[in-house]
C-alpha cells in the first residue's frame, strides 16, 4: 500500500522491511525501523495497509497488529488478535471515513471498523467466509464502497459509531 501524507511523503508499507519512506523535500528514500523485541533481538515487522492523516501521522496495518506513527516513533499499538476471528490474520487496507472510524480490510476476515477515539472494534458482516478486503473508497454522501476478490460492496448505512456487531446493509456488484 502507498499513501501520500499533507506533506508531499510517501509511505509504503513493505513485506520484507516493514515502512519505507520517501521525504518530499529530499529524493533520498528512507527505511524506516518497525520490529519488535524478544530479549536482545529486533525482529523486523511487515506492513501490508497504510494510511496518513491530515495531521501528519501514519495509522499502519500489519499481521495481527494496528499502529499509529507519530513521525518519530509508534506513539499506539493495538493488538487485533481478540478481535478476530482467527489466531492469525493481517490488515490489507485502511480508510477513515468522515465520522473517523477506520475501516479496516483483514485477510480472510473482511471487515472491522474501529473507532481510536473509544478503542472499539466491530465486525461488518458481509455475509461471506474467508473475504479479503482489498480497497475502501467513501463519496460524497458517505457512503462506503468495499472491494474484495469477489467483488464490490456498498455499504447503505453509514457507520456513526461502531457497536459490537455492525448492522450494515450492501448490495454486491
Not at 1 to 30: A, P, R, T
Not at 119 to 132: A, E, I, K, P, T
Request: overall charge negative.
Amino acid at each position: 500500500m502507498i499513501q501520500e501524507d499533507k506533506f508531499g511523503n510517501v509511505w509504503i508499507g513493505n513485506y520484507s522491511s516493514g515502512l519505507d519512506f520517501i521525504s518530499h523535500n529530499q529524493s533520498n528514500f528512507h527505511i524506516i525501523p518497525y520490529f519488535y523485541e524478544i530479549g536482545e533481538t529486533k525482529i523486523r515487522k511487515r506492513i501490508y495497509g497504510v494510511k496518513a492523516n491530515p495531521d501528519g501521522t501514519v495509522w499502519l496495518g500489519g499481521e495481527n497488529e494496528l499502529s499509529l506513527y507519530d513521525g518519530h516513533q509508534i506513539s499506539r499499538r493495538v493488538n487485533l488478535s481478540t478481535y478476530m476471528y482467527r489466531s492469525y490474520s493481517v490488515i490489507y487496507t485502511i480508510e477513515k471515513d468522515k465520522n473517523n472510524n477506520l475501516w479496516l480490510g483483514i485477510n480472510d476476515e473482511g471487515v472491522m471498523c474501529y473507532n481510536p477515539q473509544k478503542d472499539f472494534f466491530s465486525h461488518v458482516d458481509l455475509d461471506v467466509d474467508n473475504l479479503d478486503i482489498r480497497v475502501f473508497y467513501e463519496d460524497e454522501d458517505g457512503t462506503m464502497l468495499i472491494g474484495s476478490e469477489i467483488g464490490l460492496y456498498l455499504s447503505l448505512i453509514h457507520i456513526s459509531e461502531p457497536t459490537r456487531q455492525a448492522e450494515i446493509s450492501y448490495a454486491v456488484f
